[in-house]
């Protein structure tokens, strides 16, 4: 049984949840929120960061290394592509997300005046509605990593304000991935609420 510690309103735990989910595997899940997480984890994770995976006895923790760890360690369904150049592609593709999206998310929820956060969102989707236009997922007709790491931030626009149904292309992208019965069975009860307070 994989153990996983979770914060439920992390969208790194987020992502690691959906990739357990894809897989059908057995968790044990023990939830702590980012600033509740007690001293002895350390022994566990020095770093003290979420989510963090045990596996047989290795611990693993930032949530695209554990993604790529359990898609290799438990490979049906796969969730990588089955080319070493769409693999990097894909891989290039987390890592954008990660660099680009999920900072402008973070600063949208962290700074009182949104202005400015939306304003840069909004230009991102922009480009991103035009990208999906020509494709199913993100990366062509498969459902990868990529679209694991851009699932949780597309789910928290609407509670902040941010209407998916602008961009044509992007909500049916987001849709997509919001009706995979894993991304069901991956939300925490404080992620079922985002949308139910709505």
């Known amino acids: 049984m994989v ?8 969208p790194h735990s987020h992502r690691t949840r959906i ?11 023990i939830e702590y929120e980012a600033d ?14 979420l989510p963090t995976v045990i596996d ?13 760890y359990l898609d290799e360690r438990y490979p049906h369904p796969p969730l990588k592509p089955g080319s070493p150049a769409t693999r990097a592609q894909m891989r290039l593709a987390v890592m954008r997300i990660e660099q680009e999206l999920y900072p402008l998310y973070f600063n949208l929820i962290r700074v009182k005046k949104k202005t400015e956060p939306l304003r840069k969102i909004r230009s991102y989707f922009d480009m991103l509605d035009a990208y999906l236009a020509k494709q199913e997922f993100f990366i062509g ?24 149904s602008k961009w044509r292309y992007l909500n049916r992208y987001a849709h997509s991935l919001f009706e995979r019965p894993a991304f069901e ?11 139910d307070s709505f």
């Open 3 to 10: 153990t996983l510690y979770s914060d439920p309103k992390c």
């Open 19 to 29: 990739v357990l989910a894809e897989k059908d595997l057995p968790v044990e899940t």
């Open 36 to 49: 509740e997480i007690p001293e002895d984890f350390r022994q566990i994770n020095p770093y003290a960061t």
């Open 56 to 68: 047989r006895e290795v611990v693993f923790f930032e949530s695209a290394v554990i993604n790529e």
């Open 141 to 164: 007709e498969q459902y990868t990593l990529a679209d694991v790491s851009m699932a949780p931030i597309l789910w928290r626009m609407k509670p902040n304000n941010v209407d998916l």
């Open 185 to 195: 069975r991956a939300l925490s009860e404080y992620e079922e609420l985002l949308h």
